[in-house]
């Protein structure tokens, strides 16, 4: 199966892309949002993600990859709801932020622009290879 790439939120003064350095591997769980878990249970190991700092910043800061796929969110009594574990790979050259996203006529049917308040969405390969660009320009 071919390689996906997504793009996960989150608010860095919460749990920024420090934390997930820091820590080395990361749970992301918390997701209560039904389109934004299916994408979770969608997500295989070593598909590669787009770290969004949210809110603060509202940028795409660094890569990191699906290190454990396919478990229950361990924050859900229930176990419903999915949860990824995921590792840092590197930091982008520099931040690309949702402005020069929404400027850029080849990103505007990302699901970041469209659906602005989906925390977890999937980036198509022509997606993430021009965002790759605009931060290594």
Known sequence: MAKRYWLMKSEPDAYGW????K????TWDGV????AANNLRSMEKGDQVFF???NIGREIVGIAEISV??????????????AVKLKPVRLLARPVTLKEI???????DMELVRLSRLSVSEI???EWNKILSISEA
């Not at 420090?18 to 350095?21: A, P």
């Not at 209560?32 to 389109?35: L, T």
């Not at 929404?102 to 505007?108: G, Y």
Request: aromatic share 6%; with cysteine; glycine share 8%.
């Open 52 to 54: 969004y700092h949210s």
């Open 102 to 108: 929404k400027a850029c006529d080849a990103l505007a």
């Open 18 to 21: 420090d934390d997930l350095v």
């Open 124 to 126: 198509s390969p022509d």
């Open 69 to 82: 796929s396919g478990i229950a969110d361990p924050s859900d009594p229930d176990q419903k709801w999915a």
């Open 32 to 35: 209560r949002n039904h389109k």
């Open 23 to 26: 820590e080395g591997e990361g």
